[in-house]
């Protein structure tokens, strides 16, 4: 069954009360978001050169994204507009992580596409301190703790990348603290992996920083392991097709391998046919260590709290599985052991306080 998203961001599915309000209270940690494809539609219509022209709703919302070119036509359009200066930087970055805070998403690892912003004429330092001032308002306003991840994407291969990369590791802000605290490998994987990029993961590797690579959405097994082996990551962003093959399973899971997983958003680019029948159940019973997130939330109609409900309406997840991923996600926090041990018996105290019984009106 394919589920209907409305405009109101909630997915037509009842669940019983409890679990409801479980799944909006439960900490939750989100792994693979692009912060472009998180904007405001209000704050894009109220920034946007045809802002006053455009409709209430995101016009995609009602018709089918059916090509990754769509996909890409959709940020040139209308996200790119409304980009170009420090100060809407800015003011994105604190609204996408406040959105994210009402959800008790407390831990996330923000991807920012270097070569986006960078397209509009900003210095990466303009772009990630903007970010950085952004992300200190919205740390010091809610309970989030923010990661900033520098996006590169293989469509640019040509361009500066090694500069790019080594400008925005060795950023420092203000208060003297690392800006960037990871490296995701983005765009369509059908181009291949060219070169400059092991090159770029190797300086990553050195400075210490997370590596991160988009792999198995649009190509299969043999992608994922390209990047496993060749550029040394431990978190897969997306990784979903990792399902066609059992031995890479076993590889995954020997390794202690993250898989990033975000149905909506490939039930909209026809990765999976149906939220039903993706594969994040699979994965999470044969054993991988799966995260639950949205990839792009305004552009697929949805959020982490939707998500959450989808697999538990769609694939049958009760709480204890639904509080297992959430404890899943915050051991690969960049946080301290403290902050782990408080969040995780935060999550059993909630699951274990949650008796599914009553269908909510
Ligand atoms: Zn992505």
Redesign the pocket.
Known sequence: MKPELNRNNQSAVQLAKETETFIREVPKAEY?L?FEGAFRWQTIKAVHPQGRSLPEFPPWWRTKISTFRDFEKIFTDYILPTTGTPELIERHMYEVLSDLAVQNVRYVEMSISLHFHSGRGLEIEEILQAVQRGRTAAESDHDITVRIIAGLSRRRSEEKVIDLLQRAISLRSIEGRNIVDGVDL?GDERLGLPEVFVEAFALAKRAGIRLKA?SGEFCGPESILQVMNILNVQNI??GVRAWESSDLIKEIICRGIYLHL?PSSNVCLGISSSIATHPFRALFNAGCQVTLNT??PLIFNTNLTNEFRLITAFQSFNVNELASICKTAFNNALISNKSLDAVCNNINELAENCHPLALSG
């Open positions: 693979h692009h983005y988009h962003s997306h975000c990839d792009d």
